[in-house]
């Protein structure tokens, strides 16, 4: 059964930093797109980030660029999300995704709760 497997939520204050991490069971390949997204109280998913397994390349929504980071790990088959000078607003689950489309919609983890205080 594929899986995806994130850690790394909690409680941060405004401005500050947390890290995703986000672990697949399943064996990638070169077009295998790893992103995120989340999801707050009454509102719909969104997209966050991404990164494409064989080229690296990565994206970004236009309200996280510059702040947050999605890179891969050295540990096979995991990706973090970097998340820097976090706001309010941001507070939401967070979802690891993984597939061929783009952004990634085929595979997604449990979520992982990111809470910013103000």
């Known amino acids: 059964q594929v899986q995806l497997v994130e850690s790394g939520g909690g409680l941060v204050q405004t401005g500050g930093s947390l890290k995703l991490s986000c672990t697949t069971s399943t064996r990638t390949y070169s077009s295998f797109i790893l992103g995120w997204f989340r999801q707050a109280p009454g509102t719909e998913r969104e997209f966050v980030a991404a990164?494409?397994?064989?080229?690296?390349?990565?994206y970004y929504a236009d309200s996280v660029k510059g702040r947050f980071t999605v890179s891969r790990e050295s540990r096979e088959n995991t990706w973090s999300l970097q998340m820097n000078n976090l706001k309010p607003e941001e507070t939401a689950v967070y979802y690891c995704t993984g597939g061929s489309s783009d952004p990634p919609r085929e595979m997604w983890g449990q979520g992982t709760q990111v809470t910013v205080s103000s």
């Open positions: 990164i494409r397994q064989g080229t690296r390349r990565t």
